[in-house]
Structure formats: structure tokens, C-alpha cells
């Protein structure tokens, strides 16, 4: 049990830092392409709009945190 969450707290801490140092990823979806394919048609990527890049999870997590802090203590 004592090791399981040590490889838990670990992790957390790996990608934190990792959120810290480098906030996007590529797309998953055009895998950083910036374009899919439909129909056998070529377009731009609607998730990541063509940027080839997304915020990460953790790095979104961590910015409505970071607002929400924010707001309540103005």
C-alpha cells in the first residue's frame, strides 16, 4: 500500500512539473498535424484548431485553480 502511493505521489509530481515546464502537448487527434482526414478530404484539425498544439489537463486544472484562487482573495 505504502508503495503504491509512493508511485502515486511520484507521478503526480512528475507531471506537475512536467505541466510546469512544458503546458502543451500535441493534438491527439491530428497528432500535431494540424490537419484530418474525412471523407478523403483534407481540413483543419477541429479540436486543436490547425495550432497542432492543446493545453494539457493538468496545466488547465491548474489555471481555473489558479483563477478561482485568485477572484476569491481580490
Do not use: I
Request: aromatic residues 8%; charged residues 30%.
Amino acid at each position: 500500500m505504502l508503495v503504491a502511493m509512493a508511485a502515486a505521489v511520484l507521478w503526480l509530481g512528475g507531471y506537475a512539473a512536467l505541466c510546469a515546464v512544458k503546458p502543451f502537448s500535441p493534438c491527439r487527434k491530428c497528432a500535431g498535424t494540424g490537419e484530418v482526414e474525412c471523407f478523403q478530404k483534407v481540413r483543419t484539425c477541429p479540436r486543436c484548431r490547425g495550432k497542432r498544439l492543446r493545453l494539457r489537463v493538468g496545466r488547465r486544472a491548474h489555471n481555473r485553480w489558479r483563477r478561482t484562487y485568485d477572484d476569491g482573495t481580490r
